[in-house]
């Protein structure tokens, strides 16, 4: 569908990306896979974004979700600009992103009456023959609505935990209650000049007992209580006894044309803003410079990753590689001697072929992409062109004395930081339990790439030194209480999959973590950013033997590259917003309730933590699901004797 969006480039990866619903200004979408961009060769090009080690990264975590045969992805790419002949320098990254009509109901404002919308039709009721129990004027005739009446998109859509989402189904629905033989479920339009459906609040905030929808051709009406509970709708069934709420598996995303699978799901039901309904999975990576690590330029060309794929699939021979060479003299382009560049090919090919062999357990394939950062953060001073950085003399800091809590603290004068989507899920209610892997949805389906937004900001790095932490954990065997507690807590919780074996449920982790919100809002405070401009990266392994936490701004905007946030790392600066950061942690409004819970929270996964005192916006955390694993406790100290890293500052 061809129209001009108003949602930013950013959020088709982030917030509204694949698979998630979006009030257009013309009508209520759905963002297509990434399959159905509509990009050219050199538009391809130009929206590419530069990170190797974020995309080899990316396909081994891709296997964790679907496998060895997931389909290999060789690029990033931006999501395109809509193409505007007046601005012909940004004709090179102009390109479609396509959506669908989601959900296909609407409610008239003015009758209350349900109809389906065509995909290219305005979306307007011009009912003409209101039933006898409606007041006010038929929707077409008013000299106000020459047009019609407004429509919205219905408020609730149905969904399963495996993914496949659909509009409720009302026609079904209302002949639970029909009377015999009504021909309300003859009319397979339900359209817009003549519906049969009405769907009424009676204003009194009861939520679904508050509704009630209403066949005009029988006049009979049917309350929606209950439609909310699982067991209640697993018992409205059909005139042939069949489910009502049965999963159609219906994909949407994948375009109007994708057919439906096989779904043995019961649908759970929610108004169509619920957060539940959607959750993007999002991997990010900070760039960083690597020269022991030398890929020639010739290896991401189009015609070499073309060749290379087709001959790991088996659809093409080693001894083709000098015909796609020879065509254009490839090699010649990059300076290459036709062996070179052969030799250069091979190695890839099995390189590739190792790789897709090998299916890395996810919490080994993040430390091991988070040291590789962790080691260039470390350095005393980097200059790159995408990364700049310089380490802060702790001895400069005259009124703390912070080698006691850091081993060193740095400015990180430029980051570049990439966000991918690999795919969504969606939380539903359900009868039984599937594994990860059922409940994933990519992003893409054959194509190489997957949606990816970069943007350019700087940032602030606190290196505690893993010996530190340790010596804390050590000599304080009260603390260990936080990981304990935390660990019971998972047990009991739907995150105890996701978190059994990680290392996130260490003290060690929850302290950098709890700091990390602690100091990120005092930045807003102090330095002028907008919690919002700011995000975190914890690094923190005991195999690794990492402990730090980068603070960086990755607004796409100006603002994230002013230097405002740079300078706070400075002495005459820090030492004030670090010693106001812990002292503001000493106080919630909730206390005691909350200095002294055993879990609150998502899953009871915080400690002394909540919305008054140390969590934060969901944009700002880097955890998943969000604002978990957090206790002031670990800061400052508890009535249980438990000594809080900062108890002295």
């Keep these: ?98 959506v669908t009509t989601f959900p296909k109901w609407s409610v008239c404002m003015n009758c209350n009456a349900l109809m389906k919308h065509s995909p290219a039709g305005n979306r307007r009721c011009n009912n003409n023959h209101l039933p006898n129990w409606k007041k006010g004027n038929p929707c077409s005739t008013s000299s ?68 009630r929808i209403t066949c005009k051709v029988c006049g009979k009406s049917k309350a929606l209580t209950g439609i909310s509970q699982l067991e209640e709708r697993e018992k409205i069934i059909d005139q042939n006894g069949n489910k ?21 799901e019961l649908l759970d039901v929610q108004p169509r803003g619920a957060s539940k309904i959607y959750l993007p999975i999002h991997k990010s990576a900070i760039y960083v410079p690597d020269p022991y690590s030398v890929r020639h330029e010739i290896l991401d060309d189009e015609s070499t990753i073309n060749i290379v794929q087709k001959i790991i699939d088996g659809e093409r021979e080693i001894s083709d590689i000098e015909i796609v060479l020879d065509m254009g003299n490839l090699h010649g382009s990059y300076d290459l001697e036709i062996d070179e560049a052969k030799n250069l090919i091979i190695e890839e090919i099995n390189r590739l072929t190792e790789d897709d062999q090998e299916v890395i357990e996810q919490e080994e394939l993040d430390r091991d992409f ?118 019971n807590n998972a047990k009991n919780s739907f995150l105890y999959e996701k978190l059994k074996d990680s290392e996130s449920l260490d003290a060690g982790f929850v302290l950098i973590h709890s700091f990390s919100h602690a100091l990120m809002t005092q930045l807003a405070m102090e330095c002028g950013y907008g919690i919002t401009e700011l995000l975190e990266r914890i ?33 005459e600066l820090f030492e004030g917003i670090l010693k106001n950061a812990i002292e503001n942690s000493r106080f919630c409004s909730n206390d005691p309730i909350c200095s002294e819970s055993d879990g609150q929270g998502l899953g009871g996964m915080n400690l002394a933590a909540c919305h008054a ?13 969000k604002n978990i694993l957090l206790d002031r406790n670990s800061l400052i100290g508890s009535e249980t004797d438990a000594q809080g890293y900062f108890l002295d500052l």
């Design 370 to 487: 988070l040291f590789k950062e962790y080691q260039t953060l470390i350095q005393n001073s980097v200059d790159d062109e995408d990364f700049k950085s310089d380490s802060i003399a702790l001895d400069s800091y005259k009124n703390l004395d912070l080698e006691k809590y850091f081993l060193s603290l740095h400015q990180i004068k430029k980051v570049k930081t990439a966000t991918a989507l690999i795919g969504f899920e969606r939380q539903a209610e359900s009868i039984r339990k599937i594994s990860p892997e059922e409940k994933f949805n990519p992003a893409r389906e054959n194509v190489d790439f997957l949606p990816c937004s970069e943007v350019t900001g700087e940032g602030i790095f606190i290196n505690f030194g893993y010996e530190k932490i340790k010596n804390w954990l050590n000599n304080n065997s009260k603390i260990s209480e936080i990981t304990k507690n935390l660990k």
């Design 539 to 571: 690094y923190f392994s005991k195999e690794k033997e990492m402990a730090g936490v980068l603070i960086y701004t990755a607004s796409a905007d100006s603002s994230g590259s002013l230097g405002g946030l740079v300078r706070t790392i400075k002495p």
């Design 1 to 98: 569908m061809a129209f001009k969006s108003d949602l930013r480039r950013s959020q088709v990866v982030t917030t509204f990306g694949v698979g998630a619903t979006y009030d257009y200004v013309e009508f209520p979408g759905m963002t297509l896979t990434v399959d159905e961009w509509q990009l050219n060769p050199r538009t391809i090009q130009k929206l590419k974004v530069n990170n190797f080690r974020f995309v080899e990264y990316l396909n081994k975590v891709l296997k964790n979700y679907e496998g060895v045969n997931a389909v290999r992805i060789n690029k990033l790419i931006e999501p395109p600009v809509a193409y505007d002949q007046m601005q012909e320098a940004l004709h090179d990254i102009s390109g479609k992103i396509e």
């Design 144 to 211: 106000t609505n020459r047009h019609g009446s407004k429509t919205e998109p219905v408020r609730f859509i149905a969904y399963c935990q495996k993914g496949h989402i659909q509009d409720i189904p009302w026609p079904e629905l209302m002949a639970t209650n029909c009377n015999e033989n009504c021909a309300m479920l003859n009319d397979e339009n339900h359209g817009p000049s003549n519906p049969s459906l009405y769907l009424d609040d009676n204003g009194q905030g009861g939520g679904f007992s508050s509704l």
């Design 613 to 625: 005192c140390l969590m934060v916006p969901d944009l700002a955390c880097c955890t998943f699901p």
């Design 244 to 264: 009502i709420f049965s999963c159609k598996g219906e994909k949407p995303w994948l375009g109007p044309t994708a057919p439906n699978e096989q779904c043995e």
